[in-house]
T-cell receptor
Framework: GAVVSQHPSRVICKSGTSVKIECRSLDFQATTMFWYRQFPKQSLMLMATSNEGSKATYEQGVEKDKFLINHASLTLSTLTVTSAHPEDSSFYIC???????????FGPGTRLTVL | KQEVTQIPAALSVPEGENLVLNCSFTDSAIYNLQWFRQDPGKGLTSLLLIQSSQREQTSGRLNASLDKSSGRSTLYIAASQPGDSATYLCAVRGYSTLTFGKGTMLLVSP
């Protein structure tokens, strides 16, 4: 149980285009979802936290107009990187937390490469 | 602001050795601490979760301890195997967020 999927697993896009990444909780309802970014040999950095049906809360330094997060249902959250640039190339990992528990379950990650 | 430090950054050992990975954190007001494994280019696999009221957790060849007052945790791996090669991440949960260390990259050679 407690499986989180991400799609796509890998995406390459041209500079200036937008990319959407999906995160799904497959066997539980996720009231809260988290988006992280990980640069090579660095730790996971939290970008934003989203609760179903409400606006996401972004961490300091993360542009909300560039990284659009939608958490429209209890099993799906999407991250859209708008007008992507090479510096946005990174590994994006989502995480989901069921109900009021303290445990988070992580997706397999999406490798974004912006040319 | 919580800071999590993992030592060493990288470790290379021959197969069969017992080893210890260290994690320290600056704010002892935590709910729990979790150890993850991350294979190259992959997501996270949860290994052990220790609640703040607990001292240790065990799963197979893995044992994690927690000393909340001193802000330390260790992950002990017994009889290491080449399949244990991965990056091991420590993460502490505060009021609302999970803060990660940079990880220890482990290589176990046959």
């Amino acid at each position: 149980g407690a499986v989180v999927s991400q799609h796509p697993s890998r995406v390459i896009c041209k500079s200036g285009t937008s990319v959407k990444i999906e995160c799904r909780s497959l066997d539980f309802q996720a009231t809260t979802m988290f988006w992280y970014r990980q640069f090579p040999k660095q730790s996971l950095m939290l970008m934003a936290t989203s609760n179903e049906g409400s606006k996401a809360t972004y961490e300091q330094g993360v542009e909300k107009d560039k990284f659009l997060i939608n958490h429209a249902s209890l099993t799906l959250s999407t991250l859209t990187v708008t007008s992507a640039h090479p510096e946005d190339s990174s590994f994006y990992i989502c995480s989901a937390r069921p109900g009021l528990t303290n445990e988070q379950f992580f997706g397999p990650g999406t490798r974004l490469t912006v040319l | 602001k919580q800071e999590v430090t993992q030592i060493p950054a990288a470790l290379s050992v021959p197969e069969g050795e017992n080893l210890v990975l260290n994690c320290s954190f600056t704010d002892s007001a935590i709910y729990n601490l979790q150890w993850f494994r991350q294979d190259p280019g992959k997501g996270l696999t949860s290994l052990l979760l220790i609640q703040s009221s607990q001292r240790e957790q065990t799963s197979g060849r893995l044992n994690a301890s927690l000393d909340k007052s001193s802000g330390r945790s260790t992950l002990y791996i017994a009889a290491s195997q080449p399949g244990d090669s991965a990056t091991y991440l420590c993460a502490v949960r505060g009021y609302s967020t999970l803060t990660f260390g940079k990880g220890t990259m482990l290589l176990v050679s046959p």
